[in-house]
């Protein structure tokens, strides 16, 4: 069945490859093709041709000249056509919402929200269009003035796991774009149609504008195109998301030519909940951020923290709204669970049932694979020791694990036990427990929240996280510095050369 949202998008049978305009586009009828599948049923949508590490180029060329004119054009007037960008999204807000739900395989609230995510940090683009501030210094020289001031970069590229098919490069390119950089978007293979909807709303938008290759795409192998992608000079910035095996080959590459990364990896984010929580409400918290995405995002509650004295009415409370969670096709929305993204998630998942197991871990709900065409499983409790090798790993699926302690200082150990640090919350009515939490003797994480969940953050807020998840920010806050170069300016009213730090260099 074809869904009409797909002609709304400009959806063909049959998608280019790589675009950057309205008339410009890479569609080469011998390319091969990969299919973009539905989790839902296991149907395919629609297919996109596949582009070569030439082709890249291309787009490459296409985006530095277009960056050449983009970077002179002022930042407000830059500011106005992402304020376009976000107008044009809000209008879409349904069909894209829902093509993410269909390659995807979210519930299409989650859909809808993560364009509301897109639009949201267009707003903040378009205000930070006029607050791209530098600071003043004072000179330690007579009549000197010290400044810095940030110029537009280059050309931004942008690297998107299939998890937030959309968002992610809006974190991105909205940014890159008021700070006058072009950006050129390698979305990942499952989720290719999400990027081709998103490249003909931005091209409506370019056009309007009498403008082209500002945003633009590919879609290829990795190893062909991800590989050359990474390793360009002309690409100053690579903002990466997705696994750390993948950020760790992104560094190595960026690193050696001294490009720029910004990585954000894999998270194993913990909720704390302590004996004077209000159980209600960490329930609740936990349910959104294990279940919710059927366990796929970074943020993804993983493992709950818990005091023994509370954990048995916690876990009994929890069973209990598990089972009560509706399971099915996430456009229906009724559903709040929909499928994992493809057959190979439906096997990681029982592979790391396996290692449960096998390391002492003792399932208390779900965990079985529903008999019906797509991916879809049951959300899955267990109870395991904190330091079990297995809970050291990011599983992508929505298994929980249930690790008692005795203390809040076990509690937060715990929670710093694991490689990765992206997001972590804690469940307290105890100030001193939460002051502690949020010290510099708490969580080791990007994130560090009290009585709300770990995943759903803001835009308005630096989003990253620390160890195995990179280190990089995106979106909120000052993230946008990195995607401009700073630069120092002195200058001389005097009519005297005197030099810093005292120094005569053959004065009388
Ligand atoms: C991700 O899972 O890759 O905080 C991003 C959240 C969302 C973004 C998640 N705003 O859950």
Not at 84 to 113: A, Y
Not at 453 to 468: L, N, P, V, Y
Not at 492 to 508: H, K, R, S, Y
Request: with cysteine; aromatic share 6%; hydrophobic share 40%.
């Amino acid at each position: 069945m074809r869904h009409d949202f797909l002609d709304e998008l400009g959806i063909e049978e049959v998608n280019p490859g790589a675009g950057w305009g309205k008339d410009s586009w890479i569609d080469d009828p011998d390319a091969r093709t990969i299919k973009s599948i539905s989790p839902i049923d296991g149907e395919t949508i629609a297919r996109v041709r596949l582009v070569s590490a030439k082709d890249l180029d291309m787009v490459l060329s296409r985006s530095q000249e277009a960056f050449e004119t983009w970077r002179v054009m002022p930042a407000p007037k830059r500011g106005e056509v992402v304020r376009i960008l976000g107008e044009e999204l809000r209008k879409k807000k349904d069909p894209l919402g829902k093509l993410v739900t269909l390659e995807m395989g979210k519930i299409v609230q989650e859909g809808w929200g993560e364009v509301q995510e897109m639009v949201d940090i267009c707003d903040f683009a378009v205000g930070l269009s006029r607050q791209l501030y530098g600071k003043s210094m004072h000179s330690e020289r007579p009549f000197h003035r010290m400044y810095e001031q940030w110029h537009p970069l280059g050309v931004v590229g942008v690297i998107s796991a299939f998890n937030f098919p959309v968002a992610v490069w809006a974190w991105n390119a909205a940014i890159a774009a008021v700070c006058g950089d072009t950006t050129v978007w390698k979305p990942s293979s499952d989720v290719p149609l999400c990027a081709v909807a998103v490249q003909h709303i931005a091209n409506d938008v370019m056009a309007k504008f009498d403008l082209e290759g500002i945003f633009s795409y590919v879609v290829g192998p990795g190893r062909e195109v991800g590989e050359k992608l990474i390793a360009d000079p002309r690409v100053r910035l690579v903002s990466a998301t997705g696994s750390t095996p993948m950020g760790q080959r992104v560094a190595e590459v960026v690193s050696t030519r001294l490009g720029r990364t910004i990585l954000e990896l894999g998270g194993n984010n913990a909720v704390l909940v302590d004996g004077t929580a209000d159980l209600e409400m960490a329930v609740r918290g936990v349910l959104f951020g294990a279940v919710g995405t059927a366990g796929q995002r970074c943020t993804s509650t993983r493992r709950v923290i818990i005091d023994k004295q509370v954990s048995g009415e916690f876990v009994h409370r929890l069973v209990k709204a598990y089972e009560s969670i509706p399971i099915g096709d996430p456009l229906d929305e009724a559903n709040l669970m929909g499928p994992l993204v493809h057959h190979g998630a439906i096997q990681d998942m029982a592979n790391a049932l396996e290692k449960i197991a096998q390391q002492g871990g003792q399932v208390v709900y779900g965990g079985e694979t529903i008999d019906r065409p797509g991916w879809y499983v049951k959300p899955c409790i267990v109870r395991i020791r904190g330091d079990a090798p297995i809970v050291q790993e990011e599983t992508f699926a929505p298994i929980l694990y249930i690790n008692e302690v005795g203390s809040v200082e076990e509690a937060i150990a715990m929670n710093n036990m694991v490689p990765q640090g992206l997001s972590s919350a804690m469940f307290t009515t105890n100030l001193q427990n939460g002051e502690k939490w949020l010290s510099h003797v708490g969580s080791d994480c990007g994130i560090a929240n009290i009585n709300i969940g770990t995943s759903g953050a803001e835009i308005g807020g630096a989003f990253g996280g620390e160890k195995d998840t990179g280190g990089g920010r995106e979106s909120g806050s000052d993230s946008w510095k990195q995607y401009m170069r700073r630069q120092t300016c002195t200058i001389n009213w005097g009519e005297e050369l005197p030099l810093a730090q005292g120094i005569t260099f053959g004065d009388e």
